[in-house]
T-cell receptor, first 112, second 111 residues
């Protein structure tokens, strides 16, 4: 099992560009999450999904959109990147709401 | 959102020493998790706690779910160099599906 994988590992964008981050899990988990990690702020939830075809807002959803068309994939989109979105993005998945979350290796995004 | 205060922010200790860190919240949580993050990697779960008062060990690591349900503690005994990393607590309140993360404790072990 690969667990949770993220693509790409690193990306540089110019302000206003768009991009999509891909998260894939092979554990048949129902729940998937997108977090951002900034220095001194821990992990903050952007969006999450409780199953295929569903999405919900987390703590810091503005400027991001997500889609869960397949159970194993969770996409995070930035329509018009801003420097404030420079961060490390982590995807996670779990069996259920109280279950352990398994994290991917992260995507480092720099917006100039 | 929920505020989780994790302390200390950083620790520098000698190899072989014991380590203690804690996490407090402003509201009651049903679940506490402790993660470790190595540089350039995602967090990896160390210990999960589901009941107030629960004490759970994982090797040299021991974590406790506070009686008030507003705090949790992690202890590492006889630290070794590979314990270096950032330790995060995460808690889930009564309502909602979200886990909230602490700001992390950075641990440096000096050989």
């Amino acid at each position: 099992n690969a667990g949770v994988t993220q693509t790409p590992k690193f990306r540089v964008l110019k302000t206003g560009q768009s991009m999509t981050l891909l998260c894939a899990q092979d554990m048949n988990h129902e729940y998937m999450y997108w977090y951002r990690q900034d220095p001194g702020m821990g992990l903050r939830l952007i969006h999450y999904s409780v199953g295929e075809g569903t999405t919900a807002k987390g703590e810091v959803p503005d400027g991001y959109n997500v889609s869960r068309l397949k159970k194993q994939n969770f996409l995070l989109g930035l329509e018009s990147a801003a420097p404030s979105q420079t961060s490390v993005y982590f995807c996670a998945s779990s069996w259920g709401t109280q279950e352990t979350q398994y994290f991917g290796p992260g995507t480092r995004l720099l917006v100039l | 959102g929920q505020q989780l205060n994790q302390s200390p922010q950083s620790m520098f200790i000698q190899e072989g020493e014991d380590v203690s860190m804690n996490c407090t919240s402003s509201s009651i949580f049903n679940t506490w998790l402790w993660y470790k993050q190595d540089p350039g990697e995602g967090p990896v779960l160390l210990i999960a706690l589901y009941k107030a008062g629960e004490l759970t060990s994982n090797g040299r690591l021991t974590a406790q779910f506070g009686i008030t349900r507003k705090d949790s503690f992690l202890n590492i005994s006889a630290s070794i160099p590979s314990d270096v990393g950032i330790y995060f607590c995460a808690g889930q309140p009564n309502t909602g599906n979200q886990f909230y993360f602490g700001t992390g404790t950075s641990l440096t072990v000096i050989p």
